[in-house]
């Protein structure tokens, strides 16, 4: 089942939910607020069509959703859609408290089960960046090796780990600060799983580069394909 939140302006297409087998639900509404209580209303009704299939994917781009928006859909999304699989927010504003609750939702709420996330143009900057790798470091398993190559002498807390696959974190004004910070979360066991991350239209140097160099050289994101 994928699901669409878009942002047309005409037509306004709130939602489009397409099960695993060929049932779809469309409903045209004309503000935002009406949006997410079509998209609640949408997950709900779909709580029990196990039969048909799961809420698997869906995709928020460009509606504006701020930090209330996100705790309002993740509410949701853990009594209708604890199986998502793909979770699309490009071009949306949210700031560092809803991308903090994005990321414990990851390890251990509703985004669980989260395969892939897209988090483009979100310009999360430092602030987005610290909070977000800081919440997945605290589930991250750490492995004996980085253990010894870590020169702050931290270690993860043991605990859930996320299971994304797929992240994309571009146009995100990720400089060679942020991707300092990026770089010691990856060390820490953070996005163990990953196999395809996207920092495309970054402003990464050369000493951010050399930062995930390293982190990469010392095991982290060893699934990377």
Partial sequence: MAMALGNNITPKLIASVQTQTPSLLKSKVNSRSRKL?????????????EQDGH???LTCNGCELDDKDMKM?????????????ELRLVSNKIDAKGIEVLAEALLKG????TKQLDLQNIKIGMKGVKVFFE?????APVNHHQKREMTDGGTALEGASTNLTKLSLANNMIGDEEMQVVADALCKGALNNLKNLSLAENEIGDE????????ISMGALNNLE
């Fill in 110 to 113: 509703p985004l669980n089960n």
């Fill in 37 to 49: 209580m079509d998209l609640i209303n949408v997950l709900r009704t779909s709580k029990w069509s």
């Fill in 73 to 85: 859909i993740l509410g949701a999304l853990r009594k209708w859609a604890r199986n998502l699989q």
């Fill in 135 to 139: 919440a997945l470091t605290k589930g």
């Fill in 208 to 215: 951010g580069m050399k930062a995930f160099a390293e982190a």
């Fill in 55 to 57: 809420v698997v994917g």
